[in-house]
């Protein structure tokens, strides 16, 4: 192993303050021993990694990133991404020595994000320092990764929403964005296919903002990689076209600086340097192993580590005299510098550009177009009516109008999930006929990586949007989790949400993938079963700042409701909403979701003609019913009425919390099959006379 110091490396400690030590160094072991003690002392986390890479993390940091730590929410900010989330005390670390100011409900405060006592504190409850970096908990935190691979989709979404940004809103003497994304990343990143999907998107587009670092320190918790992980993956990534460099020791900050360099410097590539580095550096016996992966060195191996660095070994959480201020004078210095220039610049901007400012001022702060909504249609009475899929690319349409930075696109289906922008151009970059200004988005066959990539680019502020079968929500289970647990507005148009798919069969019909989105805390889930709930949907989840929603839509067409007999589509913001009643006391309530909601008007109608007292009740989303105060809910669903009957296309699982146990559920016991919609709806029972039947015996 190669030494990283020509010199013996002595920290600053009383007497010994005149050291040989470089600042650098210094600020690369601080580094390097924070991350050993924090582990150690949580008896939990990944050492080794962190060790490996602070010279690394640190480079970038100190001399290259273009970031000001008294201002974490400056827009033109370069973006550090850790894909390597296990590694977290890396970045923590790094956000506590460059001083990031804390943010506190959108505004920066002069308080330091991150103390030493946040370090001690790290996996601890509450604590700022979480096992993997969250964003919104911890600030400097730009997304929230650990599941790997995440974490270099999100980087995509961000150099793509950086060219989008650039594209639309720089002018001849305003280059307002011009940053970076840099991304982190391993071993298990590159085993993960989503990154091979997010690198493939990344090269086609010719981003030659985004810059990944891949430590190939060649072990995982198995041990060597060599037992999984084989192939030239540099080659890889040349075959994907990226520009390719190699960093031959992480230790190596000098020749680093000059990559970064020449990363930069390439415009119509996004860049990957292959880092050869060595795990848990430093310590005399777990260097280079297993054991520095994923479990605290010991004290004693630590106690040894100091030593070869020269730190003092009997000191925890120590940071040298002159390394906090040495930090802060180069990035904050710099950074502070770029911010004041750029917010110059942004005001002289907004002089000669008032209503782009205007919009980029919407962006940042989360903020709608006035009358952003006003072009959303409604929908007269129709028998025939029009697949839900159909009404919500009209009214997507028109939404999109009004609303610049509304952009998105689908995995290969957007003639089937229509979700084509009209008029718009494709994000593509020019070579390909497009431009980065394009608001429609064409991911390819790539769920996986879809969903990653719109999470970073809800991150910047934009209305991303993406679109698929339903069935393929679970290729993007990561990133929709990963989504909500953020409160990122992403809208997911999910279609062709039940049997009613037809001929292409149980393979691609949709069971058990609502119940998994209404599973996920903060996601919500809306079902509408009609054209019209379909644009109060979208009222709705255009206005939601706080968090993902998913739209099930149908492939097949849905009648359209006549609002003039029954309740206005306005109950869809409420969840679940009376649709029609009696004017007695009802014996039956029939409730129901999408496609299956005119089954239960119909039943409705014969009932009423035949004397007996019925309620519909539409429940497009029960996230934003459970949400609604228990009288409103006991409006909707009496409680002295037992009489109940559920009917949906699709797993019964849960829909017991509002028959009871004595009400009748209408849905799938089991996968679908291959047949034309109106042979499979009646095999499964989705038919008037089995709704009826069903509402029959509950009134008795």
Not at 72 to 87: C, K, T
Not at 188 to 200: F, K, L, P
Not at 215 to 221: E, K
Not at 441 to 466: Q, S, T
């Amino acid at each position: 192993m190669r030494a990283l110091f020509p010199t013996p490396l002595r920290a600053p400690d009383g007497a010994e303050a005149g050291g040989t030590a470089s600042l650098d160094n210094l600020c690369i072991n601080t580094i390097r021993t924070l991350s050993m003690d924090a582990v150690q002392k949580a008896n939990s986390g990944h050492p080794g990694t962190a060790m490996a890479l602070a010279p690394v993390a640190y480079t970038l940091w100190q001399d290259v990133l273009n970031y000001d730590p008294a201002d974490p929410l400056w827009p033109n900010r370069d973006r550090f991404v850790l894909s390597i989330g296990h590694a977290s005390m890396l970045i923590y670390s790094l956000i506590y020595l460059a001083g990031v100011r804390q943010v506190k409900q959108g505004k920066v405060t002069n308080a330091p994000a991150l103390t030493v006592e946040d370090l001690e504190q790290f996996r601890q409850l509450d604590s700022k320092t979480p096992g993997h970096p969250e964003y919104g908990h911890t600030t400097g935190v730009e997304t929230t990764t650990g599941p790997l691979g995440q974490g270099c989709g999100n980087s995509v979404g961000m150099a793509m929403a950086e060219k989008w940004l650039a594209a639309r809103y720089n002018k001849p003497g305003f280059e307002l964005f011009n940053h970076h994304v840099y991304t982190l990343c391993g071993d298990g990143d590159m085993m993960e296919g989503i990154s091979s999907e997010a690198a493939s998107t990344a090269g086609h587009l010719k981003l030659g903002n985004l810059i990944w670092m891949y430590d190939a320190n060649r072990i995982s918790i198995e041990g060597s990689t060599d037992i999984a992980l084989t192939e030239n993956v540099g080659e890889r990534f040349a075959a994907y076209g990226w520009q390719v460099l190699e960093l031959k020791d992480a230790n190596d900050t000098a020749a680093l600086k000059d990559l970064l360099a020449k990363a930069k410097a390439e415009t119509t590539r996004p860049t990957f340097i292959l880092v050869h580095s060595v795990i848990a550096w430093g310590a005399p016996h777990k260097a280079g192993t297993a054991a520095a992966h994923g479990e605290p060195l010991g004290a004693e191996e630590i106690r040894e580590t100091k030593k070869a660095y020269g730190w003092p070994e009997d000191k925890s959480f120590y940071v040298p005299d002159g390394v906090l201020p040495h930090m802060q004078q180069g990035l904050g210095t710099r950074g502070a510098t770029a911010r004041a220039a750029w917010e110059k610049l942004f005001a002289a901007y907004r002089k000669d550009y008032p209503e782009l400012a205007a919009e980029l001022d919407g962006i940042f702060s989360g903020t709608l177009p006035e009358g952003w909504d006003a072009d959303i249609p409604t929908y007269e009475a129709s028998e025939k009516g029009i697949a839900s899929r159909a009404s919500s690319g009209e009214v997507l349409n028109a939404v999109a109008g009004r609303l610049p930075w509304l952009l998105g696109g689908s995995a290969d289906l957007a003639p089937s999930t229509k979700t084509l922008l009209k008029g718009e151009q494709s994000f593509q970059p020019k070579e390909w006929n497009g431009s980065y200004a394009g608001r429609n988005l064409h991911f390819g066959v790539r769920e996986h990586a879809m969903g990653a990539i719109v999470n970073g680019m809800a991150l910047y502020g934009l209305r991303p949007f993406c679109a698929g079968f339903l069935i393929f929500s679970d290729y993007m289970k990561a990133p929709i989790r990963l989504a909500s647990l953020m409160q990122q507005p992403v809208t997911y148009v999910f279609t062709h949400d039940s049997i009613g798919v037809g001929e292409d069969g149980p393979t691609h019909q949709p069971i058990e993938q609502l119940v998994q989105l209404r599973a996920t805390p903060g996601m919500t889930t809306i079902r509408p079963g009609d054209a019209n709930e379909v644009a109060e949907a979208w009222r709705f989840l255009i206005a939601k700042q706080d968090g993902p929603v998913a739209l099930a839509l149908s492939r097949q067409n849905l009648p359209t409701l006549d609002r003039s007999r029954y309740a206005p589509a306005s109950g869809v913001a409420k969840g679940a909403y009376v649709l029609a009643d009696s004017k007695e006391t009802p014996k039956v309530i029939l409730i129901a979701s999408g496609s299956e909601l005119s089954l239960a008007v119909s039943a409705y109608e014969t009932l009423s003609k035949d004397g007996i007292p019925a309620r519909v009740v539409s429940m497009p989303s029960w996230e934003l019913f459970e949400a609604q105060p228990q009288s409103y809910r006991d409006s909707v669903l009496l409680p002295s009425i037992t009489g109940r009957v559920a009917i949906e296309a699709a797993s019964p699982i849960g829909w017991d919390r509002y028959t009871g146990f004595s009400g009748e559920i209408i849905a799938m016991h089991g996968f679908g099959a291959s047949a034309p919609a109106g042979k499979l709806m009646a095999k499964f029972g989705f038919t008037p006379e089995a709704v009826l039947d069903a509402a029959r015996r509950q009134a008795r």
